[in-house]
């Protein structure tokens, strides 16, 4: 039973998904464009992270690893390389998504705050970016911004979500 | 299982991209797909631009302002050139012939949509596509140098990978001294001049124009001043940082450059909006 409305819940909240991901994906641009995505988190994997955790019969990783290809041809990195992170990420989430969902948002924060870092590493290491003292502060400072970001963004989904698969 | 395939098919796509640059019409048909994205992301900024902007006069002055600015990119990037045809006389003179030639090149006119400056890639979005004949590897330039080179085609639009991107590399000369080197990018709107001997002569105010040597850049443009010199104890080659001296991040108009020299003198010059 329980599955059963997971699985339509998934179903009618697809074109909020996609229309969510084009979303972040814009966001993610704007960031770029205004010089800031050293500092703002990539919308775009913490929507994927949220979908992931939110609806359980799916593994969305098909969906990480179009988004990371997006998102390699949007910074200009070499292509595959944001795929695989985002995949990574992605099957990171999927191994503790139930215990994650029961937290309350602060604690699922802190915990995104982790994959953000674990991002930051993983960008660090595939592209080796050149910072200086200024960009090197913002660079490892992006999950607290994450932090800070995810229970907004948690709670405008839910919200919508909540509509959606009522409506 | 699917885990284990996209990280399979991540793994291949970066060999393929990184060791045999195989994706390039993989990337363009990406680059497509952002492009209006691209749009809707600086669509508040360019409301915010317009509604701060006095419109009674505007429209006048825009399209004045658009031709003078037309005018004067096509006049310095001629001045360019003459200036190193100049240098070049005089070197022939003087090393009998041991430089290479400056061809003459058609060009295409665009303007910049907008840029991103960050430690991992440093490039511009150009409003000229595959459908205005603009192809990957064609360089730009500014009214002052080399800006970059293309890397990926939409159908009217184009990405364009600065010098100073840390997986951009041209090959440059010292225009006093002819010496030869590897002009890298570092992400952090410098360059570095590689393979320079210690006991090249390199100075502080150097101009470094392209060598043409590979085939993608043309020969004679120039790219960068040198502003700092230094020795790294046993190091054979010096540390030599340099300037880019296009505009990168203030030009709002480009030329991007054929890759086929024209056999007689330029006349052709498509104007872009």
């Given amino acids: 039973m329980a599955n059963k409305f997971m699985k339509s819940g ?18 993610d641009t704007m960031a770029l464009l205004e010089n800031a995505m050293v500092v703002i988190p990539p919308i775009s994997l913490m929507v994927l ?26 910074y200009q990195t070499t292509l595959g390389a944001h795929a695989l992170v985002f995949s990574v990420l992605a099957f990171l989430m999927l191994r503790h998504r139930l215990r994650f969902k029961a937290h309350p948002v602060w604690r699922q924060a802190f915990s995104i705050g982790v994959y953000m870092m674990l991002y ?20 490892w400072s992006m999950p607290v911004i994450a932090i800070i970001i995810w229970p907004l963004l948690s709670l405008i989904f839910r919200r919508i979500t909540t509509n959606v698969v009522k409506g | ?50 509604t701060t902007t006095d419109f009674s006069s505007i429209d006048a002055l825009k399209i004045k302002n ?14 360019q050139q003459f200036t190193n045809l100049e240098l070049e006389v005089d070197r022939l003179e003087s090393l009998l012939g041991t430089t290479g030639k400056i ?9 910049i949509t907008y840029y991103s400056s960050n430690p991992l890639s440093q490039f511009l979005t150009i409003n000229r596509g595959y459908l205005n004949g603009i192809s990957e590897q064609q360089t730009v330039i500014d009214s002052e140098g080399i800006m970059g080179q293309i890397t990926a085609t939409a159908p009217t639009s184009s990405r364009v990978l600065l010098i100073t991107d840390p ?29 320079i001997p210690k006991n090249s002569v390199v100075r502080k105010g150097d101009i470094l124009e392209s060598s043409g040597l590979g085939g993608l850049f043309p020969a004679g443009y120039p790219v960068a001043t040198v502003t700092q010199v230094d020795e790294l104890g046993d190091n054979p080659y010096l540390d030599v940082t340099a300037r880019p001296i296009a505009q990168l991040h203030r030009s709002r108009k480009v030329l991007i450059i054929s890759k086929e020299p024209l056999p007689t003198k330029p006349k052709e010059v498509e104007n872009g909006q």
């Avoid at chain 1, 909020?16 to 979303?23: K, M, P, Q, T």
């Avoid at chain 2, 658009?66 to 001045?79: H, P």
């Avoid at chain 2, 061809?103 to 303007?111: G, H």
């Avoid at chain 2, 010292?174 to 030869?180: D, N």
């Fill in chain 1, 10 to 27: 998934s179903s009618q909240a697809r074109w909020l998904i996609l229309f969510s991901y084009i979303i972040a994906l814009a966001f």
């Fill in chain 1, 120 to 139: 930051q590493i993983l960008n660090y290491i595939f592209f080796s970016p050149v910072l200086d003292s200024n960009d090197a502060i913002q660079f």
């Fill in chain 2, 66 to 79: 658009q031709k003078l600015e037309t005018e004067i990119l096509l006049l310095k990037a001629k001045q």
């Fill in chain 2, 1 to 50: 299982m699917h885990f284990v395939i996209a990280f399979i098919a991540a793994i291949a796509l970066m060999s393929a991209d990184h060791y045999g640059h195989l994706m390039g019409n993989f990337r363009n048909a990406l680059l497509t797909t952002i492009t209006p994205l691209e749009q809707i992301a600086s669509l508040p900024k360019q409301i915010y631009q317009w």
């Fill in chain 1, 49 to 74: 992270l949220y979908w992931c955790a939110h609806f359980l019969d799916k593994t969305h990783l098909l969906s990480a690893f179009i988004l990371g290809l997006l998102a390699d041809t949007l």
């Fill in chain 2, 167 to 195: 997986d951009h590399q041209i090959p440059v000369r010292i225009q006093r001294t002819g010496q030869r080197g590897i002009l890298r990018g570092t992400g952090q709107d410098t360059t570095k001049l590689d393979f």
């Fill in chain 2, 103 to 111: 061809t003459n090149q058609s060009v295409q006119i665009a303007t």
